[in-house]
């Protein structure tokens, strides 16, 4: 439990179970907080003056109560996004095309030019890109199905690939995809 000393925040909380209770009625507030109905008219009723002057107060007690399993679940979500969203970047900046953004981030057209745009990077070409020589090729391919092999009936995921491209990083993801796709029926 997380005790509650700054005035601002008190006050926060307080006006936000004056909200709850003329939301959803009393029973919203007063199960499991500790405060009576008959505490709650007497919050309702108070002025703003009161109301801030009771904030101020070290009276009542306010405090939290962090859920650490919903919290541990939230921290890794943020965690998440934020590669998820680097992963992205790294997809745009190094050159993939708007098909294959659609397919790993599920992102619109209106999106993707969104996110080029906000990061400067142009539009790859919607023509093949230029293979690599033969022997490259082959060495990508080879690679490509070592990184594939655990998972080789399932959707292609956005990891596997950069985790190519960070072998071959020369190449665009546009290349990489062209070559690894070469022989696909």
């Given amino acids: 439990m997380i005790?509650?000393?700054?005035q601002q925040v008190r006050l926060l909380v307080l006006l936000h179970l004056?909200?709850?209770s003329q939301r959803g009625g009393h029973e919203a507030v007063t199960g499991g907080s500790g405060v009576t109905e008959a505490q709650l008219?007497?919050?309702e009723a108070l002025s703003p003056a009161e109301l801030l002057k009771l904030a101020e107060?070290?009276?009542p007690r306010v405090s939290i109560e962090l859920d650490g399993e919903s919290f541990a679940h939230g921290l890794r979500l943020v965690d998440h996004v934020g590669k998820r969203q680097r992963q992205l970047e790294y997809f745009i900046k190094h050159?993939?095309?708007s098909a294959m953004l659609a397919q790993f981030f599920?992102?619109?057209a209106a999106d993707i030019a969104l996110k080029r745009r906000a990061l400067g990077a142009a539009s790859p070409t919607q023509r093949r890109p230029q293979m690599p020589a033969p022997g490259l090729r082959e060495?990508?391919?080879r690679r490509w199905h070592e990184l594939r092999r655990p998972r080789a009936k399932e959707t292609v995921r956005a990891d596997e690939l950069e985790a190519l491209h960070q072998e071959h990083s020369s190449l665009t993801f546009a290349?990489?995809?062209a070559v690894v796709n070469e022989f696909a029926t």
């Fill in 41 to 43: 008219h007497q919050l």
């Fill in 175 to 177: 290349t990489l995809w």
């Fill in 139 to 141: 060495t990508i391919q």
């Fill in 57 to 59: 107060m070290p009276e």
């Fill in 18 to 20: 004056i909200r709850l």
């Fill in 3 to 6: 005790i509650i000393n700054d």
């Fill in 95 to 97: 050159g993939a095309t």
């Fill in 106 to 108: 599920h992102l619109s």
